[in-house]
């Protein structure tokens, strides 16, 4: 079956807009959802992201540096892994998704080759 990854993108201020309370309903919203996709047998792979990383770049000696910088305004907080039919089905799935209703949040669907 097709697998598709969903990658979650925001922004710096999505996150620092909401209150304490907000958060906790927000963070409770996201494990239902993706609940869905556990007891479906859906969910193949996922994991939020850690702010700090590392950028590897340039033809000359492959530099590698810290990154990617918050500075950056836009964040990618996660993914998930999910096996579906189509690619009509996952971003359809991905309206689900209740970190969307904020802006600046996106969730970017891309099938996985080979997958």
């Known amino acids: 079956m097709p697998r598709f990854m969903y990658v979650f993108r925001g922004v710096e201020s999505s996150k620092a807009d909401l209150t304490p309370e907000e958060t906790k309903d927000v963070m409770g919203r996201w494990s239902a959802w993706a609940a869905t996709f556990r007891e479906r047998g859906m969910m193949k792979d996922g994991a939020p992201l850690a702010a700090e990383g590392k950028v590897v770049e340039g033809e000359e000696g492959r530099v590698v540096s810290d990154g990617p910088f918050v500075e950056s305004k836009e964040l990618i907080g996660g993914y ?20 969307v209703e ?13 997958g």
């Open 80 to 99: 998930f892994v999910i096996e579906c039919d189509s690619l009509d089905e996952a971003a359809e799935l991905a309206r689900g998704c209740p970190g």
């Open 102 to 114: 904020h802006p600046g949040m996106t969730v970017e669907v891309r099938s996985v080759c080979g």
